[in-house]
């Protein structure tokens, strides 16, 4: 059963690097529109999520998920899940009124867009960030990795729709896509956990 994610606030900190800022301050004026535009994607925001948990194993043209047909092709992922003995795909949403904001937003003001899309990236990635929390509690005496998505080296983009497919997320969360130029508001990812007692990595996958 899906728990539910709350977001309380986001790391305005983390938003600042995302927009460039090179660890300068920003001025006073620009700090209040960032904390306004906070206030709207917390309104906005709706995080869902669904994931499914595969045993894996290396084939010739990648990894493949055990009793199904997908395999994620590419040598970066092979390196990222070598050892790894299963895998948790993962998909996460903070929901389409984001988009209607930024699409008001990309007309009226610019700079308020870049803002609040710089934010929206924050907030999906601390859904993310809750959701490996809740995996770990489910996933006890397996170390993970890091997440790894979807155009991350070698692992092709374009397995974004049979990925998406394999997790049912049209149906569960109301994701039928993955942004590929932008994970600010919907996102895929997978984890790998295995028992050896070396650590393998640490996140998930946008795919």
């Known amino acids: 059963m899906e728990r539910l994610i709350q977001l309380d606030n986001l790391n305005r900190q983390e938003a600042l690097r995302y927009l460039g800022s090179?660890?300068?301050?920003?001025?006073?004026?620009?700090?209040?529109?960032?904390?306004?535009c906070e206030k709207t994607v917390l309104a906005q925001a709706r995080p869902?999520?669904?994931y499914r948990i595969f045993d894996i194993r290396e084939c010739e043209e990648g990894v493949c998920a055990?009793?199904?047909?997908f395999i994620l092709r590419g040598n970066s992922i092979k390196k990222?899940?070598?050892?790894?003995?299963?895998?948790?795909?993962?998909?996460?949403?903070?929901?389409?009124?984001?988009?209607?904001?930024?699409?008001?937003?990309?007309?009226?003001?610019?700079?308020?867009?870049?803002?609040?899309?710089?934010?929206?990236?924050?907030?999906?990635?601390?859904?993310?960030?809750?959701?490996?929390?809740i995996l770990k509690e489910q996933t006890q005496g397996y170390y993970q990795?890091?997440?790894?998505?979807l155009g991350y080296g070698d692992l092709p983009i374009e397995q974004q729709k049979d990925f998406v497919a394999l997790l049912n997320a049209p149906k569960q969360i109301g994701l039928s896509f993955?942004?590929?130029?932008?994970d600010k508001v919907r996102d895929g990812r997978y984890?790998?956990?295995?028992?050896?007692?070396?650590?393998?990595?640490?996140?998930?996958?946008?795919?």
Not at 22 to 36: E, N
Not at 66 to 69: F, I, K, Q, R
Not at 145 to 149: A, E, K, N, S, W
Not at 193 to 204: Q, W
């Open 178 to 182: 993955i942004y590929a130029d932008s």
């Open 66 to 69: 055990e009793g199904t047909d």
């Open 145 to 149: 990795t890091f997440r790894f998505g």
């Open 22 to 36: 090179g660890g300068q301050t920003p001025d006073d004026a620009f700090m209040a529109l960032m904390k306004d």
């Open 191 to 207: 984890r790998a956990v295995k028992r050896t007692g070396k650590r393998c990595g640490k996140r998930l996958s946008d795919l």
């Open 80 to 133: 990222h899940l070598k050892g790894c003995e299963k895998a948790a795909f993962f998909a996460a949403t903070i929901s389409d009124g984001i988009d209607r904001q930024l699409r008001i937003a990309q007309v009226s003001d610019i700079t308020k867009a870049f803002v609040m899309d710089s934010l929206a990236s924050v907030a999906v990635e601390q859904v993310c960030d809750k959701f490996e929390q």
């Open 48 to 50: 869902r999520y669904v």
